[in-house]
């Protein structure tokens, strides 16, 4: 059975700073890996999907890689503002085409 | 496109009370689920449809919980009888070309609370 893990839970960086969060799971066998963003109140929006045979996805600010082989997944966030705070999960399918198993999140606060 | 569009966005109920969750996925998209997410659980997949057709129920949690697709444009999920623990937002989500092929795109959320 597939398990998300991100670590760490909650993060408060000062505006400005570069981060990085993590995502780990257990099952290699994944088609994609897909990072979002919920808003306090509000539904998921897609960041970045990485197919499995990519290493990693660029949009602007953001980065993404993954490392199917250790099952992990990074999402660099560079120079942070404070409308990035939010909170972040990444999501990877059971195998193959199947339903996304999410994690339970970071949740990030960039203070101004 | 308006995006998935959820209704209502929130619903207070007694225990034991029908609810009649509504979801219209986004045009063209062919895959449809449902979410629900809590503090303590996080975000878990009750159903899936692809092609209108129920592919995976089974995060559904308990006959109680029903959902229905009757067309592609449109998705209910009924919970009968309501109980406190039924209590979360539900989400609808909808794609393109399966399970997790291609992005899946959000609706804004039901935020459900049974008394």
């Known amino acids: 059975k597939q398990e998300v893990t991100q670590i760490p839970a909650a993060l408060s960086v000062p505006e400005g700073e570069n981060l990085v969060l993590n995502c780990s799971f257990t099952?290699?066998?994944?088609?994609?890996l897909q990072w979002f963003r919920q808003d306090p109140g509000k539904g998921l929006t897609s960041l970045l999907l990485i197919q499995s045979s990519q290493r990693e996805q660029t949009s602007g600010r953001l980065n993404a890689s993954l490392d199917k082989s250790s099952g992990r997944s990074t999402l660099y966030i560079a120079a942070s503002q404070p409308g990035d705070s939010a909170t972040y999960l990444c999501a990877v399918p059971t195998s193959g085409n199947t339903p996304l198993v999410f994690g339970k999140g970071t949740r990030l606060s960039v203070i101004a | 496109d308006a995006g998935v569009i959820q209704s209502p966005r929130h619903e207070v109920t007694e225990m034991g009370q029908e609810v009649t969750l509504r979801c219209k996925p986004i045009s063209g998209h062919n895959s449809l689920f449902w979410y629900r997410q809590t503090m303590m659980r996080g975000l878990e997949l009750l159903i899936y449809f692809n092609n209108n057709v129920p592919i995976d129920d089974s995060g559904m949690p308990e006959d109680r919980f029903s959902a229905k697709m009757p067309n592609a444009s449109f998705s209910t999920l009924k919970i009968q009888p309501s109980e406190p623990r039924d209590s979360a937002v539900y989400f609808c989500a909808s794609s393109f070309g399966g399970a997790s092929k291609n992005e899946q795109f959000f609706g804004p959320g039901t935020r459900l609370t049974v008394l």
């Open positions: 099952d290699s066998a994944i088609y994609n």
